[in-house]
């Protein structure tokens, strides 16, 4: 594993277990296009709500002095919004993964070793600093394969063990992230409206896919909803970026049906039923 520092001008044995429960599981190959021929256009978004939830066995292992720079934790009025990035797009060999805390993070070995856990390699480690602190990005790998990660409930795997591990670590940022009421020492006092804050938008990208954009208040299981929602559409997740910022995660995702862009129909389809998936459940209901 390479490790560097550079300045940058711009711009992670946590989780054990991550299992969807549904009659028809999120496709292996989702994030790489995979549709199935049925016209989408006539699939009613609207149609019953299927239950979405998840069972997650976590187990958060003691913080140890690599975790915290320079050994200790840092005490400020301010906390920094922690932000981590899961990037499918620019390294075609590799899942790229970025964590930000202000000037707060240590170099994070608990955490590669975390991943390691998960069945991963982590090929490369850069550490960038600039005006806004230190980003942490990682090269990770399956280790089984050496290829990139692709299974969306790994994917999310991966997210929720840097949460943890950041929680755990840095206690600090529990009241600063979504996840903190789920299992952090502080839940967040500042609570997102999801349905104020559920955006959705399909972009016309090249002749070939499409570019959804989600924005929607973060929740353990997230990443594998988005992908699911889509995909029982028959609407293919080529590739693409999932960002947790705070209590907001941002997703943008390359999408395509039968290797061409979305028309018009077809993305109000994508639309409607993402909205509907993510709005606020009803009294009747127990889930997105």
Do not use: W
Request: glycine content about 6%; hydrophobic content about 40%; overall charge negative.
């Amino acid at each position: 594993m390479a490790v560097t520092m550079a300045s940058c001008g711009s711009t992670l044995g946590v989780y054990t277990k991550l299992v969807a429960f549904e009659k028809q599981p999120v496709p292996k190959s989702a994030f790489f296009g995979s549709s199935f021929g049925s016209d989408p256009v006539k699939h009613l978004s609207n149609s019953s709500k299927p239950r979405l939830s998840y069972s997650l066995s976590t187990m958060i292992p003691k913080a140890s002095a690599t975790a915290i720079e320079d050994g200790s934790l840092q005490d400020s009025d301010v906390v920094p919004t922690p932000k981590v990035i899961i990037d499918q797009d620019s390294d075609p060999n590799a899942t790229v993964v970025e964590v930000t805390f202000g000037d707060r993070l240590g170099a994070l070995l608990d955490t590669m070793n975390a991943l390691k856990n998960l069945g991963l390699n982590v090929v490369k480690a850069n550490v960038c600093l600039d005006s806004s602190g230190k980003h942490n990005t990682f090269s990770i790998t399956k280790a089984s394969t050496g290829r990139k990660v692709e299974d969306p409930e790994l994917l999310e795997a991966i997210r929720l063990t840097i949460i943890s591990n950041l929680l755990e670590y840095h206690p600090e940022s529990s009241a600063q992230l979504a996840m903190g009421e789920a299992f952090g020492v502080e839940a967040p006092t500042k609570k997102l409206d999801v349905d104020i804050a559920t955006r959705v938008q399909v972009y016309d990208d090249s002749p070939d896919r499409s570019l959804l954009a989600v924005e929607t208040a973060d929740r353990p299981g997230l990443l594998v909803d988005l992908v699911k929602i889509v995909t029982d559409i028959n609407v293919a997740v080529e590739s693409g970026e999932f960002d947790t910022e705070g209590l907001l995660a941002k997703a943008k995702f390359h999408v395509s049906y039968n290797g061409k862009a979305l028309i018009k129909p077809l993305q109000q389809v994508v639309t409607n039923s993402l909205r509907y998936f993510l709005r606020r459940p009803s009294t009747d209901e127990s889930s997105f």
